[in-house]
């Protein structure tokens, strides 16, 4: 089944630590992103790429950082800088339908916690 | 600030009751509009989106949602709610053209009492 993999589900990070989430998709979808999820504050936009080898800062890009070698992988990594890293952490992807003229509803992936220790 | 506000944070219903969640977006011009739910444990699933046409639309699950342009609004409505609707739902709104950037409201815990 095609989809989205987010590793790991649970990460635990040591102050002063950087650590990189996983982002998988067999969707073929050109565009993914990265939102931060906190309770009652929905979801924000950390990062998105619409294509390889090249990404754009969402709102709350600061203390993030994120890279597009391939199509399908969309990593995340959660610097030192990132003050308050402690949220759940969700993976979307879709594409542009060329015939309907719109891009796809996003596809989201099951997330992964981060918590300092 | 532009943004989308959804104006009940938590709602508690009883098994048959009708639900509406608000929903209101500050972005003028066209905008494709969404609905997320987040079962407890499970991923985002889209419940409905409006693109254009009919401001009426149908999602899965019995949920529908009305576009009322004059007001900004994209209420999601349901007649008669079930104990397994309980969950969180998300109205997002895509103001930009030419990229999918979701912009999303705070979300609404729905609990349903049996």
């Known amino acids: 089944d095609g989809g989205i993999t987010q590793s790991p589900k649970y990460l635990f990070r040591k102050e002063g630590q950087n650590v990189t989430l996983s982002c998988e998709q067999n969707l073929n979808h050109d565009a993914m992103y990265w939102y931060r999820q906190d309770p009652g504050q929905g979801l924000r936009l950390i990062y998105y790429?619409?294509?390889?080898?090249?990404?754009q800062k969402g709102d709350i890009a600061e203390g993030y950082s994120v890279s597009r070698e391939k199509k399908e992988s969309f990593p995340l990594t959660v610097t030192s800088a990132q003050k308050n890293p402690t949220a759940f952490y969700l993976c979307a992807s879709t594409t542009y339908r060329i015939r309907q003229g719109s891009f796809q509803p996003q596809h989201f992936g099951d997330g992964t916690r981060l918590s300092i220790l | 600030a532009q943004s989308v506000s959804q104006h009940n944070h938590h709602v508690i219903l009883s098994e048959a009751a009708s639900l509406e969640l608000g929903c209101n977006y500050s972005y003028g011009g066209t905008v494709n509009l969404f609905w997320y739910v987040q079962y407890p444990g499970q991923h985002l699933q889209l419940l409905l989106k409006?693109?254009?046409?009919?401001?009426l639309v149908k999602g899965i699950k019995g949920f529908e949602a009305e576009f009322i342009k004059s007001k900004f609004s994209f209420n999601l409505r349901k007649p008669s709610v079930q104990w397994s609707d309980t969950a969180e739902y998300f109205c997002?709104?895509?103001?930009?053209?030419?990229?999918?950037?979701?912009?999303f409201g705070q979300g609404t815990r729905l609990t349903i009492n049996p």
């Open positions: 790429s619409q294509i390889v080898n090249d990404f």
């Open positions: 997002a709104v895509n103001p930009f053209q030419g990229a999918q950037k979701l912009v």
């Open positions: 409006y693109f254009s046409g009919d401001p």
